[in-house]
């Protein structure tokens, strides 16, 4: 029986196992084909086993499928999603009523973004073995991938209604839980994770998000000790509690996170723009807009890469290549407010007209910062916008007020009022390592 799971990042990891009888006459013609069924082999000798059985022309159509599945897990397993779809594809052909290849198949989809094909497979997993609740599982996932919350949900909830003891439908409800903003309830569902499954480091990772989306930074960041204490090669926790210190203030701490966690997955982008901000929030220009480009070479699409880049650049003195940077990233993101604000900023200081009044059409101007937005556009006074920073959560107010005061300094820099450009700006500095933008 071959055991590999193709997992996608928090979403369960489904196992399809096929199982053969190699018989001793075939192991002797052909000994490297039991690597195929073989538990204790790497993923190398699976695809060599599979690959010999599936040349050899031998086998009966049920098993040569079962060496297309075991072939296309190890491939999955590898990151080779292509080849995993394909083996995938031609098992089905063969033996189309096995409810978990679609399960692994749409796995396959779900690591290469193509969510639509992952739930149609997802889809026919459930329809094929509707007791299974991996296809629940990750077609939540998928949903949740797609922005489809409430389905995403619905899904969970069904598996941990077929299974109520299924640590992984309870974090991945807490995950989507987080994303839809109803925090206690994500919490709640890591928890009783958690309490299934006292060693689930995701489900630690996951519960600390939740209380970073509540502000509660302190238990973020015991969550996030919790899940690297149980996974230290996970690289997501160090990332996430990197963020947690950066914004109370803790940047040396932050910058290690970020550095173990790019150490453990030098891929990951969104450790090197995080690093990027947090040496830019201690003025290491340099080193942030380093941090950047690397974040922006690994993933290009990523607003944040320019946004933080344009940033350091900006206050780099390198005004032209902080306009491209910003240009950049309110195209890619243009309902980001504070892309636009930053922008505005830069097109100021350059002498350009001001874009924001077309800018803000596609920003939601009902949340913060749309009070500093007006503001730049002349249809608020400061003292208005002070007012508007108030907010019942403290840590919040002090953030906006810190904005209120930073964007209202450089405004009325670029009008020459300097005495009053450095009181604001004087009082920002104060919690400017901690500016949330």
């Known amino acids: 029986m071959k055991n590999i799971a193709t997992g996608t990042p928090l979403a369960a990891a489904v196992v399809f196992a096929a199982v053969m009888v190699v018989s001793p006459a075939t192991a002797q013609q052909l000994p490297a084909a039991t690597w195929c069924y073989a538990d204790d082999t790497t993923d190398d000798q699976t695809i060599a086993g599979c690959t010999q059985i599936i040349q050899s022309g031998r086998k009966n159509q049920k098993n040569l499928a079962s060496a297309y599945f075991n072939r296309g897990l190890a491939y999955g397993h590898k990151g080779d999603f292509d080849r995993a779809i394909a083996d995938y594809t031609q098992g089905i052909q063969l033996s189309p009523k096995e409810?978990?290849?679609?399960?692994?198949?749409?796995?396959?989809?779900?690591?290469?973004?193509?969510?639509?094909?992952?739930?149609?497979?997802?889809?026919?997993?459930?329809?094929?073995?509707?007791?299974?609740?991996?296809?629940?599982?990750?077609?939540?996932?998928?949903?949740?991938?797609?922005?489809?919350?409430?389905?995403?949900?619905?899904?969970?909830?069904?598996?941990?209604?077929?299974?109520?003891?299924?640590?992984?439908?309870?974090?991945?409800?807490?995950?989507?839980?987080?994303?839809?903003?109803?925090?206690?309830?994500?919490i709640a569902d890591c928890t009783q994770a958690i309490q299934?499954?006292?060693?689930?480091?995701?489900?630690?990772?996951?519960?600390?998000?939740?209380?970073?989306?509540?502000?509660?930074?302190?238990?973020?960041?015991?969550?996030?000790?919790?899940?690297?204490?149980?996974?230290?090669?996970?690289?997501a926790p160090y990332n996430n509690r990197g963020f947690a210190y950066k914004?109370?203030?803790?940047?040396?701490?932050?910058?290690?996170?970020?550095?173990?966690?790019?150490?453990l997955n030098p891929k990951l982008a969104i450790a090197y723009s995080n690093r990027c901000w947090a040496y830019f929030s201690k003025g290491n220009n340099d080193q942030a807009i380093a941090d950047c480009s690397q974040a922006i070479e690994l993933n290009p699409k990523?607003?944040?890469?320019?946004?933080?880049?344009?940033?350091?650049?900006?206050?780099?003195?390198?005004?032209?290549?902080?306009?491209?940077?910003?240009?950049?990233?309110?195209?890619?993101?243009?309902?980001?407010?504070?892309?636009?604000?930053?922008?505005?900023?830069?097109?100021?200081?350059?002498?350009?007209?001001?874009r924001l009044r077309e800018t803000m059409k596609q920003i939601d101007m009902t949340k913060w910062p749309a009070p500093v937005i007006r503001f730049y556009l002349g249809e608020l006074t400061p003292d208005a916008v002070l007012t508007a920073a108030d907010d019942p959560d403290a840590t919040a107010?002090?953030?906006r007020v810190c904005e209120a005061n930073f964007y209202g300094g450089e405004l009325v820099l670029k009008r020459g009022a300097k005495e009053e450009a450095r009181r604001l700006l004087q009082l920002a500095a104060a919690r400017l390592s901690k500016i949330f933008h």
């Open 196 to 235: 299934l499954d006292p060693k689930f480091a995701a489900a630690y990772d996951n519960r600390g998000n939740a209380y970073k989306a509540k502000g509660d930074f302190d238990h973020a960041i015991a969550n996030y000790s919790q899940a690297i204490q149980l996974n230290p090669k996970d690289a």
């Open 397 to 399: 107010k002090k953030g």
């Open 247 to 263: 914004v109370t203030g803790e940047l040396d701490r932050a910058i290690a996170d970020y550095t173990q966690a790019i150490q």
């Open 99 to 186: 409810a978990r290849a679609y399960t692994n198949r749409g796995l396959a989809y779900s690591n290469k973004g193509d969510f639509d094909s992952a739930i149609a497979d997802y889809t026919r997993a459930i329809q094929l073995d509707p007791r299974d609740t991996a296809p629940y599982n990750n077609r939540g996932f998928a949903y949740k991938a797609k922005g489809d919350l409430d389905r995403a949900i619905a899904d969970c909830s069904q598996a941990i209604q077929l299974n109520p003891k299924d640590a992984n439908a309870y974090n991945n409800r807490c995950f989507v839980y987080t994303d839809k903003g109803d925090l206690d309830r994500a």
């Open 302 to 354: 990523d607003p944040n890469g320019y946004f933080n880049r344009g940033r350091a650049n900006f206050f780099a003195g390198a005004l032209s290549k902080a306009l491209a940077d910003l240009n950049q990233a309110s195209e890619l993101n243009p309902k980001y407010a504070y892309a636009a604000l930053w922008l505005d900023i830069a097109n100021r200081r350059s002498n350009l007209p001001s």
